[in-house]
């Protein structure tokens, strides 16, 4: 037996080796619970999806122009963007059209691979949910000639045009605190606003960038701009199940590359018009 | 020859024991510094504030019920009062209330009560939410939160008569029950409004010997477009007027109505087979069918929404636009009604789908343009076109 030169050094000694084995034991553990969560947890999702050639996804149908049904047609924005990624994928698409309420509690319970329907990210979901790729902010961007404004310091002594109510007209409200003289103009909609800045009776428009979009894309002789940056931002993404890492993996590799060769852009203009900015 | 890094190890902890003092102070006191927080917002005395308002026929439904921050509370109520609107309408649970038979809990309905009068807001109290005690043993028959038998009607009517002994002369207006007509909110059972009158007239009798200044307002009926014995409800105008063929016209001293415009104007005529804001006006024909036309009415609920996609949601200028409108209309056209409540002032968190859009204020207490309109309306300032 060892001997020890006090009773302190075999207390001290005991100490050590119980300690030691206390941490061994908790980093053991942690090891296995942090492994199989995130190394050996079985994921088949893309397994799944290739198994059947098919990409399910969840659509509410109601949405112009993201996807909208007329008789057994679905067609949109979003129709192409899945279409377009169900391709890459090697895989067929078959889109589930459901109301907008229904679109998260189809994903959690498996009954699609995935949502693209216009969802901007929902920080209270992410415990829940991936979001990948934002392929189009939809937010509030200020439109003026030229696109002269790109920002709100830019507006000191400008009019301002807002469709009375909305985002827009809020922000503004915010802007009128900050700014000595701005002029708020309030208009029914944001179409409005627009054809109010066209025709000089406002400086710029803070409207949503999908009215923008549809709006020049009618009126290609107005000269207007759309901001580079969105006073607002509220991107659309591809949601999917937080487990399903494989698939989203992919998903994001497709819409990556969509984005690289211009594909995105290209199904993006096709359904709202050239991006003039 | 070279220690051992056990031996090393075992120096070490000795070094630290030797000093023990030293860092065991110094790890108390890391504790009470991590541990350092803002203490939680406490509300300032303040005096009695008074509603200034250029049209008193303004009203809200708030949602404090779930609210747990006192400060929350009273801002919301602070919000509503510099907003114009001289009432609120509330949901005071039965079940949070009177968690146990006999045993009641009055601290949350106090606070709210107390800040809203503080205020100088009526309050307009809806009770409703059947706490467990009062409904069967879920094993052997699951019921929902709104599942009353009529062998607990008396339950019911002695929790309310116990409301308006404790708030008399604070509340005196108490809508028993939500929306009777509907499937859902009569606990899945059949939807009988001769059932509904028997209900009404225990509660009123109870409620008014505990406290004889209370007025009792028949709970408001969902707009539906349900037939007599649909499967998810009865046809407001239906129930109302077989409320008033069974007797129950004499146990309700006001209507509570609910209104919603969706997406038409608030001049929309109104007709048995639409779903519009001037609907109310053919219950109004149905009290005054029985004689009683001059009868005070609360419209406890209405609004128009403007989640961007919502189907029956309107644009955020047409809400605006509506809501003034239907705030003229009824200040000049019906006689007996007493206050338009909107449905809603904020929600303590977000609903995350349409019901969203019906907030004027948002969760963070910012106000939308409306309130800001609504606002200078109720105060008499100008009108933005």
Redesign the interface.
């Known amino acids: 037996m060892r001997r020890y030169p006090t009773r302190n050094a075999a207390l001290f000694h005991t100490l050590r080796r119980l300690v030691a084995s206390l941490c061994c034991v908790f980093l053991f553990v942690q090891g296995v619970r942090y492994g199989r969560y995130h190394f050996f947890r079985p994921d088949p999702s893309w397994e799944r999806v290739q198994a059947r050639a098919v990409l399910v996804v969840g659509m509410d149908t109601s949405y112009y122009p993201f996807a909208v049904m007329q008789g057994e047609r679905i067609s949109g924005l979003d129709v192409d963007i899945a279409l377009e990624i169900a391709r890459r994928l090697g895989v067929r698409l078959q889109v589930a059209p459901m109301g907008v309420d229904g679109l998260y509690d189809a994903l959690h319970t498996g009954v699609v691979d995935a949502l693209i329907s216009a969802l901007p990210l929902d920080p209270f979901r992410l415990d829940t949910f991936l979001y990948v790729g934002a392929y189009l902010d939809g937010g509030y961007f200020l439109v003026s000639p030229k696109g002269l404004y790109q920002r709100m310091s830019d507006l000191e002594g400008k009019r301002i045009a807002a469709e009375y109510g909305s985002l827009g007209d809020e922000q503004a409200r915010l802007w009128l605190r900050r700014l000595r003289s701005l002029r708020v103009q309030h208009y029914a909609e944001p179409s409005a606003a627009l054809a109010a800045v066209a025709e000089g009776e406002a400086d710029a428009a803070l409207v949503d960038y999908l009215s923008a979009r549809l709006w020049l894309r009618e009126h290609r002789e107005a000269d207007l701009r759309i901001a580079e940056q969105p006073i607002h931002s509220e991107g659309y993404h591809v949601v999917l199940r937080i487990q399903d890492l494989a698939l989203a993996s992919k998903v994001s590799e497709a819409l990556e590359a969509m984005r690289a060769d211009g594909s995105l852009a290209a199904i993006i203009a096709r359904w709202l018009g050239e991006d003039r900015r | 020859m070279a220690e051992s890094w056990?031996y090393r190890?075992?120096g070490a902890?000795?070094w630290l024991?030797q000093r023990r003092g030293i860092w065991l102070r110094g790890a108390i006191l890391a504790v009470i510094l991590l541990n350092l927080a803002p203490a939680r917002a406490r509300l300032q005395p303040e005096p009695p504030q008074r509603v200034q308002t250029a049209h008193p026929i303004l009203c809200m439904h708030t949602r404090l019920v779930d609210e747990v921050e006192d400060w929350k509370i009273w801002h919301t109520l602070r919000m509503v009062r510099e907003m114009g609107a001289t009432a609120i309408v509330e949901l005071f649970p039965w079940a949070y209330i009177q968690p146990r038979e006999g045993v009641y809990d009055w601290h949350h309905p106090d606070r709210i009560i107390r800040l809203a009068r503080q205020q100088g807001l009526t309050v307009i109290a809806r009770l409703g939410v059947v706490p467990a005690w009062a409904r069967p043993d879920p094993r052997l028959q699951p019921t929902s939160l709104n599942y009353l038998a009529p062998e607990r009607y008396a339950d019911y009517a002695a929790f309310v008569a116990a409301f308006a002994a404790r708030y008399r002369g604070e509340v005196t207006h108490i809508i028993p029950w939500n929306e009777p007509n509907l499937y859902f909110e009569w606990g899945f059972r059949r939807v009988t409004p001769e059932e509904y009158v028997e209900f009404l007239k225990l509660v009123y009798q109870a409620a008014h010997a505990a406290n004889p200044e209370v007025q009792i307002l028949g709970a408001a009926l969902a707009p539906t477009l349900e037939p007599e014995d649909g499967a998810n409800g009865m046809s407001d105008l239906i129930y109302l007027r077989r409320i008033y063929e069974a007797g129950g016209g004499a146990y309700f001293d006001a209507l509570a109505v609910h209104t919603y415009g969706f997406t038409s104007p608030p001049d929309d005529p109104p007709a048995p087979d639409r779903l519009n804001f001037r609907r109310a006006e053919l219950l109004f024909d149905i009290m005054r069918a029985f004689g009683d036309a001059d009868k005070p009415i609360y419209i406890t609920e209405s609004s128009w929404n403007?989640h961007p996609?919502?189907?029956h949601a309107v644009?955020?200028?047409?809400?605006?636009?509506y809501t003034l409108a239907a705030l003229r209309y009824a200040e000049s056209t019906w006689q007996t009604v007493r206050n338009l409540c909107f449905w809603f002032f904020r929600a303590p968190t977000?609903y995350?789908?349409?019901m969203d859009g019906y907030a004027f204020v948002t969760v963070g207490f910012?106000p939308?343009?409306?309130y800001?309109?609504v606002r200078r309306w109720a105060l008499g300032e100008r009108e933005?076109?």
């Open positions: 056990p190890a075992g902890v000795r024991w403007d996609r919502w189907t644009r955020p200028s047409q809400r605006i636009e977000l995350r789908n349409y910012r939308r343009p409306i800001e309109e933005v076109p």
